[in-house]
T-cell receptor, first 114, second 112 residues
Framework: DAGVIQSPRHEVTEMGQEVTLRCKPI?????LFWYRQTMMRGLELLIY????????DSGMPEDRFSAKMPNASFSTLKIQPSEPRDSAVYFC????????????FGPGTRLTVL | AQSVSQHNHHVILSEAASLELGCNYS??????LFWYVQYPGQHLQLLLK??????LVKGIKGFEAEFIKSKFSFNLRKPSVQWSDTAEYFC??????????FGKGTRLHILP
């Protein structure tokens, strides 16, 4: 089992550039979550999908952030334009439906916006 | 709405000390409870979970947690901590939908 796969692992970009983060959930998992983690704000849920449909995007900071899940095995989180305050570690997680099932986290993408 | 409260933001202990991290949740119905650990520079990993049965749950690396329904609590314990337990610990709850609610985390620092 490969686990949740995220790419890139590290991203350094300049303010104003578009950033796309990618996630491949564990096969068979039908819920996918995007989190952001910073020292100041801790772990924040940005958005989650169930069966490829966005269910709750109330954590998305602003219109510069967008997320898609075109199929069960792929999701993207896009920031356009990026700003220095977007610097954080972005985690993707997946789980199989059922309240007793835990979430599995990917290794994260460390984003630095200069 | 479901919520999770972790009482301590930062805990410092010496090796071999006993550990107890507090966690309370707010939801009146059936819940499933989790503790995750995040070692420095790594992602969150599951330590243990409770969904039914024996309220005392044993997890990896000698950790255990006790579900006390009357107190809405799920405290994490370890009788003797090691330097390698230095990490951030997150309590989480799931009740009705696919979203697991995480607490704000407790940073544990073990002095060698």
């Amino acid at each position: 089992d490969a686990g949740v796969i995220q790419s890139p692992r590290h991203e350094v970009t300049e303010m104003g550039q578009e950033v796309t983060l990618r996630c491949k959930p564990i096969s068979g998992h039908n819920s996918l979550f995007w989190y952001r983690q910073t020292m100041m704000r801790g772990l924040e849920l940005l958005i989650y999908f169930n069966n490829n449909v966005p269910i709750d995007d109330s954590g998305m900071p602003e219109d510069r952030f967008s997320a898609k899940m075109p199929n069960a095995s792929f999701s993207t989180l896009k920031i356009q334009p990026s700003e220095p305050r977007d610097s954080a570690v972005y985690f993707c997680a997946s789980r199989k439906s059922g309240t007793y099932n835990e979430q599995f986290f990917g290794p994260g993408t460390r984003l630095t916006v200069l | 709405a479901q919520s999770v409260s972790q009482h301590n933001h930062h805990v410092i202990l010496s090796e071999a000390a006993s550990l107890e991290l507090g966690c309370n949740y707010s939801y009146g119905g059936t819940v499933n409870l989790f503790w995750y650990v995040q070692y420095p520079g790594q992602h969150l990993q599951l330590l243990l979970k409770y969904f039914s049965g024996d309220p005392l749950v044993k997890g990896i690396k000698g950790f255990e947690a006790e579900f006390i329904k009357s107190k809405f609590s799920f405290n994490l314990r370890k009788p003797s901590v090691q330097w390698s337990d230095t990490a951030e610990y997150f309590c989480a709850v799931n009740a009705r939908d696919d979203k697991i609610i995480f607490g704000k985390g407790t940073r544990l620092h073990i002095l060698p």
